[in-house]
């Protein structure tokens, strides 16, 4: 099931080119809304509702802007020229913010903090080690951009691109990464708790070790994922594509994973306690030494799934298909 909502979300928000100011919530074009209702009801993919939100957010229907703080004033502002660094390409000297041009740049460990670079060309860039807390990145383009170990807590990065990025060991609590494309990008041994990963693309990104502990992944495109060892521990996860994966080992206690795709997906010794797995689609999925005590299962597909030595302590199986290998609750 598809949950779309257009209320007002914790780091960023949704305005109109003339909206009022003491209106609590924005009103997005009718077309969008109706676009957002058809995909809820299955009459449209996902990946053109996806499409649609873009294309509204390129074309100025549709703008995020970044929260203000108590005292009225815009938390984001342009970087002064001390984070021009001296022997850089001429492009790298360019101040027209925010769309500015500093693809290949080298700019690691500059202070960006509360940066505005909305739609910026920061392809290849390299921010190792910078300071990038609450800037503002929407549908920034940082394909093949070097991230590690850079400081991105409360960051906005909704429709960012970041194909192929390199985001290890990021310190990144409560980021946005809402529709944001990292298919390829390596985010492994980073701290991402509480952040927003809805609709996000990570097809085939690695995962290990990420801490992303109560943050949300609803319609996320996990897609062949390394996720080997990862954290999410009270993810918010229904309507995820997490297929052909590698999440063995895996933290997903008290998870909500309901009405996702995992077929084919590792998760030999996960932890899937207390998790909501309603309606998942498990279809040859490897759960050998999972433990899956006290969680629902109800209406779940284990179709040729593996479940040699799973604790299944308590779980409710109510409704699902049982056709599994490996375990005395499957059916022969």
């Not at 739609?119 to 910078?130: M, P």
Request: proline share 3%.
């Amino acid at each position: 099931m598809i949950l779309i909502t257009f209320s007002i979300p914790t780091s960023s928000h949704f305005v109109s080119a003339q909206e009022e100011e003491e209106n609590e919530h924005y009103n997005p074009p009718t077309w969008l809304q109706n676009t957002a209702n058809w995909a809820a009801k299955g009459q449209i993919s996902e990946s053109t509702f996806i499409a649609a939100y873009r294309y509204a957010i390129q074309h100025g229907w549709l703008q995020l802007e970044p929260k203000e703080e108590e005292e009225g004033y815009i938390i984001t502002m342009t970087p002064n020229s001390q984070v021009i660094q001296s022997g850089q390409p001429k492009n790298c000297q360019d101040m027209s913010f925010p769309r500015v041009d500093w693809s290949g740049c080298n700019f690691s460990g500059v202070n960006l903090s509360h940066a505005d670079l909305h739609d910026s060309n920061l392809t290849g860039i390299n921010l190792s080690g910078a300071d990038l807390e609450k800037a503002y990145l929407v549908d920034a383009h940082l394909e093949r951009s070097n991230l590690n170990y850079s400081d991105m807590r409360n960051a906005d990065l909704p429709g960012a691109y970041l194909q192929h990025a390199h985001l290890a060991n990021v310190l990144g609590q409560y980021l946005d990464l809402r529709f944001a494309d990292m298919t390829g990008s390596d985010l492994s041994n980073s701290f991402l708790r509480g952040s927003s990963l809805n609709w996000a693309v990570l097809e085939n990104a690695t995962l290990a070790s990420v801490d992303f502990s109560h943050s949300e992944f609803v319609g996320a495109d996990l897609s062949g994922v390394n996720a080997k060892g990862a954290n999410f521990q009270e993810c918010y996860m229904t309507g995820t594509n997490f297929t052909a994966a590698n999440a063995s080992g895996a933290n997903f206690l008290d998870v909500d994973l309901s009405n996702s795709n995992l077929t084919g997906t590792n998760l030999s010794g996960a932890d899937l306690q207390n998790a909501g797995l309603g309606s998942v689609i498990f279809k040859n999925a490897n759960l050998a030494f999972a433990n899956l005590s006290h969680a629902d299962l109800g209406n779940a597909d284990l179709t040729g799934a593996n479940l040699t030595n799973a604790d299944l302590t308590g779980a409710v199986l109510g409704g699902a298909n049982l056709h599994c290998i490996g375990n005395p609750v499957c059916i022969h």
